[in-house]
């Protein structure tokens, strides 16, 4: 549920629900309540805190931006089983898509992008009114995947300080500046009993990554059964989705279009955010127009 009577429309208001298996989603909604909905899920080992200044910007248009924690990430619930399956999370999107008055724009980077997709293209479908996908496709290259599981395996060891933290995110991705708001990067990270600083996600999400084959060929498949606007937004410099595929890709949905976003890698709205949040935003807009004139008519 969605806090209501708060005063601005421009406050964040606490966002839960029941996921699959009853587990509880928390997140944030900025916006008027009766603007369109746009959902914004981000990759796996991150929060919601992701998407930078993208659910503000939205909502000072008058969309209703709604960011969520993934299952076992941020202020999401932990399965208790340690069991992370690709289905939960695209069920945990469809069950909070049909809490609301109208079909929502999905907007996901990476995982939050796989399940996404996996939403609205397969049974039970999530009706929605567009879908963005942020550096997500079917035949990831195999270095790229290995290179970010591996980060995430080493770095979820933990940390003595987060200053150590913000020192591996400037080895991992040395073409951004280094971190200097600390207190900022304490939202991804939680203190546990030993004093040590981790990351704010379940190390179990990682334990059984997607199986390549079979996920390209889901990814495909649900592609086929999008009728809304889809719009992939690739990193120029991806190390996981290389031009072609991406437009090979986008090909197999009815409405389907490619943007690269110049300068960024794989963590599309991290590395330019500026950049591609203008892109997301004229989407969005696109929509909202298009069905505005359709209900004119």
């Known amino acids: 549920m969605i ?57 000072e248009l008058g969309f209703l931006a709604i960011s969520l924690d993934l299952r076992g990430h941020g202020e999401s619930g932990w399965m208790s089983s340690g069991l992370y399956v690709i289905e939960d999370y695209a069920e945990d999107l469809r069950l909070f898509s ?18 996404s997709l996996l939403a609205a293209g397969e049974p039970d479908y ?30 979820s060891k933990g940390f003595d300080t987060p200053e150590q933290a913000a020192d ?41 990554p997607l199986e390549p084959e079979r996920t390209s060929k889901r990814l495909e498949q649900a592609a086929a059964h999008i009728d809304a ?13 290389t031009a072609d595929v991406a437009k090979n890709f986008m090909a197999l949905f009815n409405r389907g279009a490619t943007v690269d976003i110049p300068g960024a890698r794989h963590m599309v709205a991290g590395d330019r955010n500026d950049l591609f949040g203008r892109e997301l935003i004229a989407f969005a807009e696109n929509i909202r127009n298009e069905r505005t004139g359709d209900v004119g008519q």
């Open 3 to 59: 806090e209501k009577n708060r005063p601005n429309d421009f406050d964040q208001r606490r966002i839960t629900f029941a996921g699959a298996h009853g587990l509880t989603i928390a997140g944030t909604a900025v916006g008027p309540a009766d603007g369109l909905p746009v959902i914004l899920s981000h990759g796996g080992g991150q929060t919601r805190y992701a998407w930078g200044r993208t659910a503000h910007s939205l909502a």
């Open 98 to 115: 049909a809490t609301l008055d109208r079909p929502p724009i999905l907007v996901g980077a990476s995982l939050g992008g796989i399940a």
């Open 126 to 155: 999530a009706p929605i009114s567009g879908l963005c996908l942020v550096d997500v496709s079917p035949h990831l290259k195999s270095d790229g995947v290995a290179g970010i599981l591996g980060f995430m395996r080493e770095t």
């Open 168 to 208: 591996a995110i400037a080895a991992y991705v040395p073409h951004r500046p280094r971190p200097t708001d600390i207190e900022g990067l304490r939202k991804n990270l939680r203190e546990g009993e030993d004093g040590r600083f981790y990351w704010h996600w379940d190390p179990q999400t990682i334990a059984k």
């Open 229 to 241: 606007p889809a719009l992939l937004l690739r990193g120029e410099l991806s190390e996981l989705v």
